[in-house]
T-cell receptor, first 112, second 112 residues
């Protein structure tokens, strides 16, 4: 049973526009959520996180929104840049459990 | 430079030939973990360790062993590799709960 779902395998946007990547989860015990970015031939790198006590967290061009009632989070990138082209993984953990559960990833392509 | 180092980065082996993928981190992190990435399946956790001599199974532990004799090292052992273990493997470490994971660059393993 997939507890973290990224239903869009890929997304293509124009440079300067907004990119919105979506993630849904089924485990109501998840209370910490993270986004990772992965370039080819590199390991994933941490991008931004949000605790369940918040509904929004912002870091520069990146904002994560959390809707607990819908068990949904989204990552907004504004404005999108060609260097943002990568695979984005959503991940979640529960309580004091160190274990992260990852989604399958969304390939974002930002076209110049 | 803070990093997670995996070796080898690339390996082609044959079924049944024992191999070890080493992982070392220089950040004094307590938590370390192994993931495998497969097309369409995202990142799946194999094993994790919350501290020296403390290890536990992740989602896909079958066919793998780990050990954590020192804080900095967390080797992944394939006692008798099979073709279904052909994958891209990532080691990661974290200072603890809520801290983001720091990933190595990955080890691409092919089992013939």
């Amino acid at each position: 049973d997939q507890q973290v779902k990224q239903n869009s395998p890929s997304l293509s946007v124009q440079e300067g526009r907004i990119s919105i990547l979506n993630c849904d989860y089924t485990n109501s015990m998840f209370d910490y959520f993270l986004w990772y970015k992965k370039y080819p031939a590199e390991g994933p790198t941490f991008l931004i996180s949000i605790s369940s006590i918040k509904d929004k967290n912002e870091d520069g061009r990146f904002t994560v929104f959390l809707n607990k009632s819908a068990k949904h989070l989204s990552l907004h990138i504004v404005p999108s840049q060609p260097g943002d082209s990568a695979v984005y993984f959503c991940a979640a953990s529960e309580g004091s459990n160190y274990k992260l559960t990852f989604g399958k990833g969304t390939l974002l392509t930002v076209n110049p | 430079e803070a990093q997670v180092t995996q070796n080898p980065r690339y390996l082609i082996t044959v079924t049944g030939k024992k191999l070890t993928v080493t992982c070392s981190q220089n950040m004094n992190h307590e938590y370390m973990s192994w993931y495998r990435q497969d097309p369409g399946l995202g990142l799946r956790q194999i094993y994790y360790s919350m501290n020296v001599e403390v290890t536990d199974k992740g989602d896909v532990p079958e066919g793998y062993k780990v050990s954590r004799k020192e804080k900095r090292n967390f080797p992944l052992i394939l006692e008798s590799p099979s073709p279904n273990q052909t994958s891209l493997y990532f080691c990661a470490s974290s200072p603890g709960f809520g801290g983001e994971l720091f990933f190595g660059e990955g080890s691409r393993l092919t089992v013939l």
